[in-house]
């Protein structure tokens, strides 16, 4: 049999908790002026339109398949970046995804489950 063959029976890939990512985007743009408040906006814009949720105003989320992909999407948030302010991009592993804890309104949530997403896989 040969390895064409074999990699095509061997059914769909599992992807491991320690493997696949998440990435957070967190940033601190100013926006006293006319232009630092168009641009903080386009920047926000841009997230979005590449798929990364909004978690918070300054917080943006997105699942990642690997490295691979995590690096991908540095390089277009780098080539993307506002002139003015600070931008963190995060990554951590799936499973450190599943232990956040989260207060709302004084109250501890529940864990939020993986989004949909991952079904695609």
């Not at 040969?2 to 985007?25: C, D, E």
């Not at 992909?69 to 499973?95: C, N």
Request: glycine fraction near 4%; charge should be positive.
């Amino acid at each position: 049999m040969s390895q064409a063959s074999r990699k095509a029976n061997s059914g769909p890939r599992h992807l491991s908790g320690y493997q696949i990512m998440w990435m957070l985007v967190t940033f601190d743009l100013p926006v006293e002026t006319q232009k630092q408040r168009a641009a903080a906006t386009k920047f926000r814009q841009f997230l979005l339109d590449i798929g990364f949720e909004m978690s918070q105003f300054s917080n943006y989320l997105r699942f990642c398949s690997g490295k691979e992909q995590f690096e991908s999407y540095v390089r277009q948030i780098e080539g993307a970046l506002p002139e003015w302010g600070d931008i963190y991009v995060f990554q951590f592993t799936d499973r450190q995804y599943e232990n956040i804890v989260r207060f709302s309104d004084q109250a501890r949530k529940k864990r939020r489950k993986n989004p949909d997403q991952l079904a695609l896989f």
